[in-house]
Every structure is written in C-alpha cells, then in structure tokens.
C-alpha cells in the first residue's frame, strides 16, 4: 500500500507493520497523506536512474508512486502554477538518511527548467560535498552526520535556475578541539592527510594523522604507544570503523574535494592557502603548556616545545613572538594600568582551542560566502572577469525584473540523544522542536482551520501539540536559553548556579525534570521523548569566547584566505593608535619541559617597552583603548537564525519529507 491514509485501521501498529513489508521489498518510500516517508536502506538501490527520472517530469501528471522524486516534481509545478516559493522540510533522527535525501531531491529538481545553465547546475550539485568535507563527521549514530543546519534555495525566473543561495545553521565547531570517544574530527582534515600529494606535504612538513592532537580520539593527548596500541587508536579514530559502513578511500574523496573546488572556480593560490591553513590549525593544536611546579596547578603555565608554535607561525606567516603572549598571558586593567597575568595551563588550553574554533567557525563562513557568489544569479552586464563561466543573465529572460520564485530544501541535524549531551545537543534538538510545531501547525491546527471556515464539521483529531516545549526553551523574558545568557552574563557564574537556578524556575513545569544520579543535568521532556543536559561546560560553549587579540595579527597575514575571514570582522582590536606608542606584552621564554624557568606571577606592561618593528601587530593601546563590545551568545545567535529561518518557511509552501531509521 503505497499511501498508509488507505489502510482500513490506522495506528501505530498497522503503520509499522505497512512500513515494515514495503521495506523488505526495497519499497522504501511511502506517502502518508502528502506526507513522505522514506526509510532509510543502508544500501544503493537502482531507483534512481534516468528511467525513474523520466517517470517524475513536470510536465506530467502528478504521480502517485512515492518517490523523493514526486516531491521535486510537486514542488516545480505548485511553483509554476501558483507563482509562490516552495521548500522541502527534510526531518528525523541522526543517521536517517537526511542529507542523501536532500541531495536526491536537489538532482532531480535541477533536471527540470531545460535551459543550458548547466555550469551552474553542476556548481549547485558541487556545493553539497564540499560543505559536507568542511561540516559533517563521523558519529556514533552516523559516518556522514552533517554537523551543521544547511537551507539551500534554488531561485527560478520564468521556470529557468538563474541562481542559488546557501544558509548555514549552528556549526559544531567545538567538534574541532575535541569530541566523544569513537567520533571524528570534520571530513576535510583525513582527507588532507591521507590524499594530500607527497609534494605538497613537504611543503607543508605534515606529519602522520596520529602526530595531531585534535585528530587524535576525543582529541586528547597521549604519551608514547607500543605498534599494538597504536594500531587500535587507529581503528578507534577509523571515520568507517563500524557495522554496515563501507570503507571508503580518503585519497579519492581528496581527488573528488580538489575537483570539486576547480568546478566552483576556486583559485589554485586559494586551494593552496586552504591547505596551509588548515595544517596551522591542526598544528595550533599541537602547541602545549605545562605547569612551572608541576606539583601545584594553579603556578603559571609555560611551552612545552617552541617547535609547534614557530610552526604555526610559519604557516599563518605571522610572528610566533606576537602569538605567545596571547596563548600564556590575560590581560587585565586595574586603576587605569594594564596588568599582565601568567596563564594556568587549563587555562592556556581553553584559549588556543577557542583561537582554533574562532579561525575553523570563520573559515566556513567564508567557504559558504565563496559559494554564495559563484551561485548568485548575475545581473545584466555584470563583470564576470572573475568567473570565467558566467550565470544565465537574470535580465535577459522575459519578466526577469520580478523577484524570482525559490524552491529550497532543509536539510538540518536530526535530533540527539547522547549518555551525554551538551550545549549543542539542546541546540540541536531545540530546531528540531521547532519544526515539529511548524508540522503540527500546518498539518493539523490549520487544517482544522480551514475546515471551520469552510462549515465542514471535522472529525475528532487528537493530536500531540508541542506548544509548551517551545514556551518552556525559546519562552520569553522566561525560559530555558535566556536564562543561560543571563547567566553567561555573570562573571561568577558557575555550574551548580545554573542548575540551582534552572531547577527553582522550571523544576514544576510539566516539561522539565531532574534525577538525583544525575546532580548537574537537566531534563526537557521533547516530542520525542525525554533528554538529559549536563551544565558541566554549558556557560562557556554559551559564551561563544575568542581572543580579540588574534585579530590584528590575521589582518597583516600574507594569506589570502585569512585576510579575507578576519577583514570583516568588527572585534575592535585594531592596534593602530593615533599618537600612540608600540607596546606588546612581555614576552616569556621558549623552553623544552625539564629546564629552570623563572617569571613573575604578574607584570606590569607598561614596564616592558618595545623597539618598533616591522611586525608589531599586538598593540596593548590599542586593545584597552577601544575594548571589545560585550560578545553576542552562542545561544543568542542560534534564536535569531532560527527566528529567521521560521520566517523563510512560513513564506513558502511546505513539503515534508520524514526519514527514518529501520
């Protein structure tokens, strides 16, 4: 039965055992009203060929054979009739079959305008595995899990693709400096080390995968390892080392990146500074701190080898002195004066991992606005020097001067329920509350609407309304993230604060529970049932911290790359003081772990006066003089996007798209 609506008693009984028989068939498509299900087979099926292809063309009828097809073929022809935007809602859990679904339905929609774009409709197909190197991973749920929230839209003028645009959603850039046992790091940084050519990696003087702390499993570091040991590290940090996954060869999926950025019209000097920054970060990883008296861990921290740090230099081409000080010291104003603090190596720590997740998260911004603009329709007379295969010409189509109509698709991270889970989970699982409301919105509370307004008496329809989930996470003044920005706010902010406040707000709320075995956690009880969020970190991953410091550096890089990503950036740390003099902080000494080390528990920096150079890009005057306005929260910035984000889907016709795991 290929629409479970027809079957003579529906429920959950019925519909599983429907599913069940269609899946045995390989039938893994299947309507529930205009609602698409689509199981996910874990295997390639022959179902997707030209002759299915041809079977889903808008200039046929509306078939009534399920099929991700059907959807796109539905999509283009409401658009073409009733001129209004349509979008795709791709939802389910981790590891359903999201992203292959989304990139079914782009492939096939594409096939459709009959025009001879397709230059651009092959640059629109390219932009998936490139977003997906630089933001999906391997997890315990999922060997491709997107670890970020992707809208993509197709825009039409007159039925023709005259362009695209890409959003993206909440990167899990935290995934960069660590991550749970048996999960990977982001694609791109296995495909480097493993496909990168020889030439290339003597330029670049890389080492072994298992030479990087943030590839290394949980990105921790280890001491020495015998063979034996070393080899199940390996098979433990494997992206493919699990049940039913293939193994698929990172030296090709290098080859198919390196291709794929030539068909998006990337510069050879852009792929090559992507190379190089992406080993600085890796290496920037590798710069470690010990303690001066290793018997007490709160005496200042010290470089446990100069080697990675100067290497890190090398690739930014920046000074390694102006960085040092940035990675060891805090820098404090009291009464008017700047007061130099040694770091703990904890601390040290968190601040080269939040200058690594601040380069990481920026650079792919920068890779979707690169794509952006090799995808954006091109006006009438546009100079297309710089892209040596323009666009179909907005202008030169009939009634090109209204705005094009968009079919986008929605392909955002399924929910998640880990033994532990963090701030990006309840992130996570709070977009995928939202969509369910917007479901149960459109799906049944509108209906219910229209049949009212129409005089037709509908049938009892119960429904599960998830309305209080909502109010209890996104509830304004009051709910679940405004408190942990308020509390991000508060310098003594702790993680038992958190809790207590948490549990005085919402402990009675019908949503919201706790469990003594679990003392710093918290539970929200979801559409999809009940998960648990430890405190334990949750302020700082709000807090969304960099190191404004880091910025004037990267302006004067001779990279492209990051003169491009921190341009634009408004972190007012810019060292140039009119009448001012060049100051940096006192700079501590390189040393291997063992030799005698001596510095005092605070400097004064005004004490410490430079000579003028050619790199004095750390100006402390400029820093105090012009601090930096209070960070916007991670947590403020996902409410805004996912505002908007709302906004766009009202806008359009819905199609949903349910994948499920079997």
Same mark, same amino acid.
Request: a negative charge.
């Given at each position: 039965m290929e629409n479970l609506v027809q079957l003579d008693v529906l429920n959950n009984d019925t519909i599983l055992d429907a599913l069940r028989q269609r899946y045995r068939s390989n039938d893994i498509y299947t309507y529930v009203g205009d609602m698409l299900l689509a199981v996910n087979p874990y295997k390639s099926l022959p179902i997707y060929g030209l002759e299915t292809k041809i079977l889903y063309q808008p200039d046929l009828s509306l078939s009534s054979t399920p099929h991700i097809y059907a959807i796109a073929q539905k999509a283009f022809k409401n658009m073409q009739v009733f001129g209004r935007s349509q979008v795709c809602l791709i939802s389910g859990e981790s590891?359903?079959?999201?992203? $292959?679904?989304?990139? &079914? &339905? !782009?492939?096939?929609?594409?096939? @459709?305008?009959?025009?001879?774009?397709?230059?651009?409709?092959?640059?629109?197909?390219?932009?998936?595995? +490139?977003?997906?190197? @630089?933001?999906?991973?391997k997890t315990k749920l999922n060997d491709n899990s997107s670890r970020f929230g992707k809208f993509v839209e197709i825009m039409y003028t007159n039925g023709q693709v005259v362009g695209a645009r890409v959003e993206k959603y909440l990167l899990e850039k935290s995934r960069l400096v660590g991550r749970p046992e048996g999960e990977a790091n982001f694609h791109v940084f296995y495909y480097l080390l493993t496909g990168t050519p020889s030439w290339i990696r003597e330029g670049l003087d890389m080492m072994d995968v298992d030479s990087y702390h943030y590839i290394q499993p949980g990105g921790h570091l280890v001491g020495p390892q015998t063979k034996e040991k070393l080899q199940a590290r390996r098979r433990c940090s494997s992206k493919y080392d699990f049940a039913g996954a293939a193994m698929v060869s990172d030296v090709i999926k290098y080859e198919e990146l390196m291709e794929t950025m030539h068909v998006l019209n990337f510069h050879e000097e852009e792929l090559? =500074?992507?190379?190089?920054?992406? #080993?600085? !970060? +890796?290496?920037?990883?590798? *710069?470690?701190?010990?303690?001066?008296?290793?018997?007490?861990?709160?005496?200042?921290?010290?470089?446990?080898?100069?080697?990675?740090?100067?290497?890190?230099? #090398?690739?930014? /081409? *920046?000074?390694?002195?102006d960085v040092e000080p940035i990675l060891t010291l805090r820098v404090r104003v009291l009464r008017g004066e700047a007061i130099a603090t040694p770091l703990r190596v904890s601390e040290a720590i968190d601040t080269r991992d939040a200058i690594a997740k601040f #380069?990481?998260?920026?650079?792919?911004?920068?890779?979707?606005?690169?794509?952006?603009?090799?995808?954006?329709?091109?006006?009438e007379n546009a100079?297309?020097?710089?892209?040596?295969?323009?666009?179909?010409?907005?202008?030169?189509?009939?009634?090109?001067?209204?705005?094009?109509?968009? *079919?986008?698709?929605?392909?955002?991270f399924g929910f998640e329920d880990f033994h532990r889970n963090g701030f990006e989970q309840l992130c996570i699982n709070t977009a995928n509350e939202q969509l369910q409301y917007f479901f149960n919105q459109h799906i049944f509370t509108w209906e219910l609407q229209e049949y009212q307004s129409e005089g037709i008496s509908p049938t009892?329809?119960? @429904? $599960?309304?998830?309305?209080?989930?909502?109010?209890?996470?996104? /509830?304004?003044?009051?709910?679940? @993230?405004?408190? *942990?920005? $308020?509390?991000?706010?508060?310098?003594?902010?702790?993680?038992?604060?958190? =809790?207590?406040?948490?549990?005085? #707000? &919402?402990g009675k709320h019908r949503h919201f529970s706790t469990e003594r075995l679990r003392p710093t956690a918290f539970g929200v009880i979801h559409y999809a049932g009940r998960v648990f969020y430890s405190t334990d970190g949750l302020i700082e991953r709000n807090r969304n911290a960099h190191v404004p410091a880091i910025v004037p550096l990267m302006r004067r890089s001779p990279s492209v790359i990051l003169r491009a990503i921190f341009a634009s950036l408004d972190v007012e740390a810019d060292g140039n003081v009119p009448g001012g003099s060049d100051r940096r902080p006192p700079r501590t000494k390189f040393a291997d772990v063992g030799g005698k080390r001596r510095a005092s528990k605070a400097r004064r920096v005004s004490e410490h006066r430079m000579p003028r150079g050619q790199n004095n890009t750390w100006r402390l005057r400029g820093i105090l003089k012009n601090k930096p306005k209070r960070a916007t929260t991670l947590g403020g910035m996902f409410r805004d996007s996912l505002r908007l984000l709302m906004a766009k889907l009202e806008a359009?016709?819905?199609h949903f798209v349910r994948c499920i795991k079997p």
């Open positions: 590891g359903a079959g999201k992203t $292959e679904t989304a990139k &079914f &339905f !782009l492939s096939h929609l594409l096939n @459709f305008d009959g025009s001879d774009s397709t230059v651009l409709e092959r640059r629109i197909l390219e932009s998936q595995p +490139l977003l997906e190197a @630089f933001g999906n991973a090559g =500074h992507l190379h190089t920054l992406l #080993m600085a !970060l +890796l290496t920037l990883g590798n *710069i470690d701190f010990v303690s001066e008296t290793p018997a007490d861990p709160d005496a200042e921290c010290l470089l446990r080898s100069s080697a990675p740090l100067l290497q890190f230099g #090398m690739l930014c /081409g *920046i000074d390694p002195v #380069m990481y998260e920026h650079l792919f911004t920068w890779l979707v606005h690169r794509l952006n603009d090799r995808l954006s329709p091109r006006p100079d297309t020097k710089s892209d040596d295969t323009p666009h179909t010409s907005c202008s030169s189509l009939p009634g090109a001067h209204v705005a094009p109509t968009v *079919i986008a698709v929605l392909d955002i009892d329809v119960s @429904f $599960e309304d998830n309305q209080a989930q909502i109010n209890l996470l996104l /509830g304004t003044p009051v709910g679940i @993230f405004t408190l *942990i920005d $308020e509390e991000s706010t508060l310098s003594s902010s702790t993680t038992t604060s958190l =809790h207590t406040k948490l549990v005085k #707000m &919402f359009s016709t819905p």
